[in-house]
């Protein structure tokens, strides 16, 4: 059973998991599925489905039929912001008198959910909603230093604190670095500033913050430069680090525009306090136009990594070029 995952008497027969924090909803469905499927027969007890396709007539038979050499059954519809209304209401009929031997999952990515729907009321009613959204600064602090804990590990505030500015606030990124650092730690007790600075995590948001600035000021020359240092690093590696970055300067001048302020602007964005100024600093390097762009160029570069067309030092060459204008 993972960490906090309900017991098998706590299980409830439905739940909607929601948000834009992946990582946290696939713990959250990880822990259900620990909890319902024992026995040695958890192939044959979940069922997965995705809501942009799938029938509720189907998901819902599925749902109703007796789990196999097992107390319950699983059945995950992945992809439920794309539910219809008028799927919703046939949900809406099950979820008022659900199977007891079986635990529906719905799965959406949405960052919010319209309570005022009747699907979704109901569910809100019955407890069955569970929000997975991005962490602030304090949880994610908090989060870290939980994982550590279950790692065998003590990490100290000032070491938090500088792998957050590493890795951002996306939490599986933040998984990922501290599972590096931890390694590299080795028989330490607690995880200090030093650990964090030496565990070889080249990737790192400064450099990509220069990076952004050199793309920005159209200055290739220089921007090619901060490259290499972090041209050893995977090209996918690299190139999600300068999309969180532009995502990120894009969201804060939409926000600005609309008039989000102070600390509004960063829970918003999505973006620590502390690293506020220097994001807002960044973002006034370019227009809205030109992010936009860019974002264009950034999907096209992730299809040229993935499909393997060209090597990826070369795809991402080309890309600074292309944000440099040149």
Known sequence: MTKDSPKSLDLKPVYYIYGTEDYMAEEALNGIKSAALKGGFESMNYHAFDGKSALPADVISVASTFPAFSDRRVVVVKNAESIKAAQEREYYEYIKNPSPFA??????????????????????????????????????????KKEARGQGKEITDTAARKLLQIAGNRLRDVKGEL????????????????????????????????????????????????????????????????????????????????????????????????????????????????????????????????????????????????????
């Open 103 to 144: 635990c529906l999952v719905f799965i959406s990515n949405a960052a919010k959910i319209e309570k005022s729907a009747d699907f979704l009321r109901l569910l809100d009613e019955k407890g069955y909603l569970k929000a997975c959204g991005r962490l602030y600064e304090r949880d994610l602090l908090l989060w870290i």
């Open 179 to 326: 599972d590096k650092i931890i390694l590299f730690a080795g028989e330490k007790s607690t995880v200090e500033d030093s650990d964090v600075e030496d565990a070889g995590l080249d990737c790192k948001e400064e450099t990509i913050f220069d990076l952004s600035d050199a793309i920005g000021s159209k200055d290739l020359k220089k921007a090619l430069k901060v490259f290499g240092k972090v041209s050893g690093e995977e090209p996918v590696k690299v190139l999600g680090a300068i999309s969180r970055q532009i995502r990120t300067l894009l969201r804060l001048k939409a926000l600005a525009r609309k008039g989000v302020v102070g600390p509004r602007l960063a829970g918003a964005a999505g973006v620590p306090q502390f690293r506020l100024e220097s994001y807002v600093k960044r973002s006034r390097s370019f227009t809205e136009g030109e992010l936009k762009k860019a974002i264009l160029t950034l999907k096209a570069a992730d299809t040229d990594l993935k499909t393997g067309r060209f090597p990826g030092e070369f795809i991402l060459s080309k890309l600074i070029m292309d944000l440099c204008g040149a």
